[in-house]
């Protein structure tokens, strides 16, 4: 199983951007998949989670400015992005707990895409 990222880029303060992040191979099931981001010096954190294909959570941080969604067809997992902030700057990477069979979900990650908000 890989996860492919991709959308991350330069944009200005008030800008938007939409990253997108396709899982692929031996897939039975997609259970959960999100965005994490890390900036400099920072950890790793969650910004938006999205289970099967109602529940979703944010980070308080994104609230009103970030959109997760997915298309379970395409077992992609999208983030709408907009009135980005300079503090949005980091690292974005994409995560999914996928079973390859009828067993337990592994966790997968994908390889980071920059964001990066100019001021």
């Known amino acids: 199983v890989q996860l492919q990222a991709s959308g991350g880029g330069l944009v200005q303060a008030g800008g ?3 990253l997108s992040c396709a899982a692929s191979g031996s897939i039975f099931r997609v259970n959960f998949m999100g965005w994490y981001r890390q900036a400099p010096g920072e950890q790793r954190a969650l910004v938006a989670g999205i289970y099967n294909d109602v529940n979703t959570n944010y980070a308080d941080s994104v609230k009103g400015r970030f959109t997760i969604s997915r298309d379970n067809a ?3 997992v999208y983030l709408q992005m907009n009135s980005l902030e300079p ?3 980091a690292v974005y990477y994409c ?3 996928i079973s390859t069979s009828n ?3 592994l966790n997968y990650w994908g390889q980071g895409t920059l964001v990066t908000v100019s001021s």
Do not use: S
């Open 74 to 76: 395409k077992n992609t």
């Open 87 to 89: 503090e949005d700057t």
């Open 16 to 18: 938007f951007l939409r």
């Open 95 to 97: 995560d999914a707990h």
């Open 103 to 105: 067993r337990p979900a």
